[in-house]
């Protein structure tokens, strides 16, 4: 079976404080997505990567950076936490160069700014 | 750019009766076209996918949704509602050239007793 873990399910942090996501998938998958959900807005693309130190932009970059050390492991980071970052984090994989591409996706970080 | 909107945030059906939850796209070329499940507290999981092989197509927990290009629409199916089957489903979409996806803002399913 193919699995997508997070390193937190529930996560508690106060603003200003530096947060790490990660996100570990053990399919070999060449690309990872970290995306936000909330009410009303479904989910939005944070950031994604095609490989090991390769990263792009998705739609909703600001405040939020990424890094992509080894192949399963994608971390998302909050460099100064803030309110508006209080949401539900998802992070997914896909494999390269299989159509349509079919992304599994982790259980979910509910994170919290306070 | 593509979208995808959803068509009503909240659909509330009894045990038994029809499940009918509204997809339209816009892209201008033929995309690739999901339905995603989220039971709560899960990440999400894959319904069915559109791959152009066939506009019916059956996904699990009986499930299904038909490609309509004239509408530009990818509406979601299940002749009859089970109690499991209250969750939030997303539709989304993709270019044929593209490992991103485009998410719908999601509708929230109840099922009533």
């Known amino acids: 079976d193919v699995k997508v873990t997070q390193s937190s399910r529930y996560l508690v942090k106060r603003t200003g404080e530096k947060v790490f996501l990660e996100c570990v998938q053990d399919?070999?998958?060449?690309?990872m997505f970290w995306y936000r959900q909330d009410p009303g807005l479904g989910l939005r693309l944070i950031y994604f990567?095609?490989?090991?130190?390769?990263?792009e932009k998705g739609d909703i970059p600001e405040g939020y950076s990424v890094s992509r050390e080894k192949k399963e492991r994608f971390s998302l980071i909050l460099e100064s936490a803030s309110t508006n970052q209080t949401s539900m984090y998802l992070c997914a994989s896909t494999e390269s160069e299989v159509y349509p591409p079919e992304q599994y996706f982790g259980p979910g970080t509910r994170l919290t700014v306070t | 750019a593509q979208s995808v909107t959803q068509l009503g945030s909240h659909v509330s059906v009894s045990e038994g009766a029809l499940v009918l939850l509204r997809c339209n796209y816009s892209s201008s070329v033929p995309p690739y076209l999901f339905w995603y499940v989220q039971y709560p507290n899960q990440g999400l999981q894959l319904l069915l996918k559109y791959t152009s092989a066939a506009t019916l197509v059956k996904g699990i927990n009986g499930f299904e949704a038909e490609f309509k290009k004239s509408e530009t629409s990818f509406h979601l199916t299940k002749p009859s509602a089970h109690m499991r089957d209250a969750a939030e489903y997303f539709c989304?979409?993709?270019?044929?050239?593209?490992?991103?996806?485009?998410f719908g803002a999601g509708t929230t399913v109840t099922v009533r007793a």
């Open positions: 990567s095609y490989d090991v130190k390769m990263k």
């Open positions: 989304a979409v993709s270019r044929s050239n593209d490992y991103k996806l485009s």
């Open positions: 399919m070999d998958h060449e690309n």
